[in-house]
């Protein structure tokens, strides 16, 4: 079937835009992650969605990273007034329920801020 | 807070050798373990995953890893590595009680020559 879909696969833009990236996880999966790599990194945690429960925010670096998960499908990652430091692939996965189950990544979208 | 280390930025072996990457965790109780591929162009794999049980974990692709409670690590083996195995190897642990997310260590990549 398919799996975690991410676009655009590449992103642009300048600094002080805002940006928009989307994750279309696996149908009937009710848990959502977004993570951050940036080069020669690990991956660092930023938001969670479960169902309908509040999500999980805690690992968002600041008030410009936003994010929505609409009908408990789609899900949109926003960006404001990037900075170059916000340059990174931003991973999204997602899993059958929760965060001890198998999560299944997309392929990313690698934002460049210049 | 739980932490992941993975001491080997770089590894570097010959085809057919054997491969050990090393993963040491900070927690106050028994985490969840989990180990992660990231092949050029693909999103993350999991390998393997450690919740309880037997603490010698078969995965895919004839990795395995076993838990060490006395040592706090949870390293990967492999007994004979094939050229396709070349990529960034993750770990991480994930714990309920310590937030929704799985934190990952910085990652080993691995490198393979023929």
């Known amino acids: 079937g398919a799996g975690v879909s991410q676009s655009p696969s590449n992103k642009v833009t300048e600094k002080g835009k805002d940006v928009e990236l989307r994750c279309d996880p696996i149908?009937?999966?009710?848990?959502l992650y977004w993570y951050r790599q940036s080069l020669g990194q690990g991956l660092e945690f930023l938001i969670y969605?479960?169902?309908?429960?509040?999500?999980?925010k805690s690992g968002l670096p600041s008030d410009r990273f936003s994010a929505e998960r609409t009908g408990g499908s789609v899900s949109t990652l926003t960006i404001q007034r990037t900075q170059q430091e916000d340059s990174a692939v931003y991973l999204c996965?997602?899993?059958?329920?929760?965060?001890?189950?198998?999560?299944?990544f997309g392929p990313g979208t690698r934002l460049t801020v210049l | 807070a739980q932490s992941v280390t993975q001491p080997d930025i770089h590894i570097t072996v010959s085809e057919g050798a054997s491969l050990e990457l090393r993963c040491n965790y900070s927690?106050?109780?028994?985490?969840?373990l989990f180990w992660y591929v990231q092949s050029p162009g693909q999103g993350l794999q999991l390998l393997l995953k450690?919740?309880?049980?037997?603490?010698l974990v078969q995965g895919i692709k004839g990795f395995e890893a076993e838990f060490k409670r006395s040592q706090s690590s949870f390293n990967l083996r492999k007994p004979s590595v094939h050229w396709s195995d070349a990529a960034e190897y993750f770990c991480a642990v994930g714990a309920g009680n310590a937030g929704n997310m799985l934190t990952f260590g910085g990652g080993t990549r691995l490198m393979v020559k023929p």
């Open positions: 450690y919740f309880s049980g037997d603490t």
């Open positions: 927690y106050g109780a028994t985490p969840y």
């Open positions: 969605f479960q169902g309908n429960s509040a999500p999980d």
């Open positions: 996965a997602s899993s059958l329920e929760g965060w001890a189950d198998t999560q299944y």
């Open positions: 149908s009937g999966h009710t848990a």
